[in-house]
């Protein structure tokens, strides 16, 4: 499939993201500030013998005040990273209620995420900011959700066109296709027909990316297998036709699937609340779109040409290293959508610090996920 192909897709993309609603603009300090009074309320009334009660209203904060009302969405358009941290504190304070910790401990903890919160309804605009933000906002939201996606695709796309099969590149692009169409389809069902919120759409969210980090891993360990045999050239293209029969190419477009389709759902969802607050400017979105489009197609070919002027050993540890770092980035996201969905416990480790570009928070059972792939 030719590159300038996937720009109606992505523009297909977009329509379905303007078809889906954008909703009612949210008065960001105001959602903050009753999620304070709450949770304030809430540690008050906290005492160890009935921790797990205040578990559960204090996940109920997070699920249908924090989550719910579209604070977080808001807040990670803007600012990812921040988004990460506050679903990590939150999970935390949930965590140490659950176990009936001390007082002091969940005030501490509370306090915390309380000072991030203040933090961030402060730094929030009350107003869009005019066309020129918008723009800008909408840029972003597609360059960064998008790229992470592009690195995985365009490493797979080159490793295919390096071995002599650029004739089996259609199974990666089916694969894009499908998880536009189903990141569509999962937005729609998350915000207006199942109004999917709370554990549901955190488990949802932990198990793609578990599984995700899981293909991944594979995929690395099975390029760095290749890189001594790679020096011959011949070889490696009689393993890739062998691979085909076999069912690795299915792996390889599967990747490419999780790979867009794990930011697919949550950048269509950025963009609603996006829509919301233009206030009509609805072109201005749509002209940071198509940049980030630009941009993101510009950045496939300069990735190409790069990866095909690389010597074959080098390219296939590059590749390997690349996929498995999002694997390992995408074991401690995982294992953190799950403790916010209550599936898996939440053992605060003190005074290690929270990294969400890697994927490291600082709880016993990530760090655990992500030694045992290193291991």
């Not at 066109?161 to 569509?184: I, N, T, Y």
């Given at each position: 499939m030719k590159t300038w192909l996937s720009v109606p897709l992505c523009v297909l993309w977009m329509l379905c993201c303007v078809s889906l609603g954008w909703g009612a603009e949210l008065n960001v300090a105001k959602e903050v500030a009753e999620v304070l009074r709450q949770g304030d309320a809430e540690i008050r009334l906290y005492h160890p013998v009935t921790g797990r009660n205040s578990g559960?209203?204090?996940?109920?904060?997070?699920?249908?005040?924090?989550?719910?009302?579209?604070?977080?969405?808001?807040?990670?358009?803007?600012?990812?990273?921040r988004k990460v941290r506050l679903e990590s504190l939150f999970s935390a304070l949930i965590g140490l209620a659950n176990r009936g910790a001390p007082p002091a401990e969940l005030q501490s903890a509370w306090e915390a995420?309380?000072?991030?919160?203040?933090?961030?309804?402060?730094?929030?605009?009350?107003?869009?900011?005019?066309?020129?933000?918008?723009?800008?906002?909408?840029?972003?939201?597609l360059l960064r959700e998008g790229f992470e996606a592009l690195l995985v695709v365009t490493a797979l796309a080159?490793?295919?066109?390096?071995?002599?099969?650029?004739?089996?590149?259609?199974?990666?692009?089916?694969?894009?296709?499908?998880?536009?169409?189903?990141?569509?389809l999962t937005a729609w069902l998350l915000g207006w027909v199942l109004h999917l919120a709370g554990p549901a759409q955190e488990a949802m969210e932990g198990?793609?990316?578990?599984?995700?980090?899981?293909?991944?891993?594979?995929?690395?360990?099975?390029?760095?297998?290749?890189q001594e045999t790679a020096r011959w050239q011949s070889y490696i293209r009689d393993k890739i036709q062998a691979a085909v029969g076999?069912?690795?190419?299915?792996?390889?477009?599967?990747?490419?699937?999780?790979?867009?389709?794990?930011?697919?759902?949550?950048?269509?969802?950025?963009?609603?609340?996006?829509?919301?607050?233009?206030?009509?400017?609805?072109?201005?979105?749509?002209?940071?779109?198509?940049?980030?489009?630009?941009?993101l197609l510009a950045l496939m070919w300069i990735m190409r040409t790069a990866a095909m002027r690389l010597p074959m050993g080098l390219f296939f540890t590059a590749t390997?290293?690349?996929?498995?770092?999002?694997?390992?980035?995408?074991?401690?996201?995982?294992?953190?959508?799950l403790q916010e969905a209550g599936w898996l416990a939440n053992t605060r480790i003190a005074h290690l610090p929270t990294i969400p570009w890697i994927g490291f928070f600082p709880t016993r059972e990530s760090v655990i996920a992500q030694l045992l792939l290193v291991l």
């Open positions: 559960d209203a204090l996940a109920s904060l997070y699920f249908d005040q924090f989550e719910g009302t579209g604070l977080e969405t808001a807040i990670g358009m803007r600012d990812p990273e995420l309380k000072a991030l919160l203040q933090q961030t309804a402060q730094e929030y605009p009350t107003e869009g900011g005019g066309a020129v933000a918008l723009v800008l906002q909408s840029f972003l939201i080159a490793y295919l066109r390096k071995m002599g099969a650029a004739d089996k590149l259609v199974v990666l692009w089916q694969g894009v296709g499908w998880a536009l169409l189903a990141s569509v198990i793609t990316m578990l599984v995700a980090a899981g293909v991944l891993f594979y995929v690395s360990y099975w390029l760095i297998s290749k076999r069912g690795e190419l299915f792996t390889l477009g599967f990747a490419a699937f999780l790979a867009v389709y794990r930011e697919g759902a949550e950048t269509i969802l950025f963009y609603r609340a996006l829509l919301a607050q233009a206030q009509g400017q609805n072109e201005a979105v749509a002209l940071g779109f198509g940049l980030a489009v630009v941009a390997a290293v690349l996929l498995y770092f999002l694997a390992l980035s995408f074991t401690g996201h995982g294992v953190l959508e």
